[in-house]
Nanobody, 118 residues
């Protein structure tokens, strides 16, 4: 059974930093991609960042480029999201996801709350 567990969320002032972690277990395959998404109250879930498991190519939403960095530890099957220069509009529940192939996301974590105060 594949499980993804996010951690590292919390309350931070604008301009501060947080580092999210997503630990996976039960993977019987090498992921194609892992990513982070976020959902603010009353809004749809949006893409934040993704990383290809092989090669490490990264992708970012325009709204977080230059502030967020996604990375992975293949040995630990863990993906991270370093978030710097946080803004109140970054407030959301952050979810990680695993994709087996190029399209879609197959497994999701339960989410971790990030709240940025002004």
């Amino acid at each position: 059974q594949v499980q993804l567990v996010e951690s590292g969320g919390g309350l931070v002032q604008a301009g501060g930093s947080l580092r999210l972690s997503c630990a996976t277990s039960g993977l019987t395959f090498s992921p194609y991609r892992m990513g982070w998404f976020r959902q603010a109250p009353g809004k749809e879930r949006d893409f934040v960042a993704a990383i290809l498991w092989s090669g490490g190519t990264t992708y970012y939403a325009d709204s977080v480029k230059g502030r967020f960095t996604i990375s992975r530890d293949n040995a630990k099957n863990t993906v991270y999201l370093q978030m710097n220069s946080l803004k109140p509009e970054d407030t959301a529940v952050y979810y990680c996801a695993v994709a087996r192939v190029i399209s879609g996301n197959d497994y999701w974590g339960q989410g971790t709350q990030v709240t940025v105060s002004s």
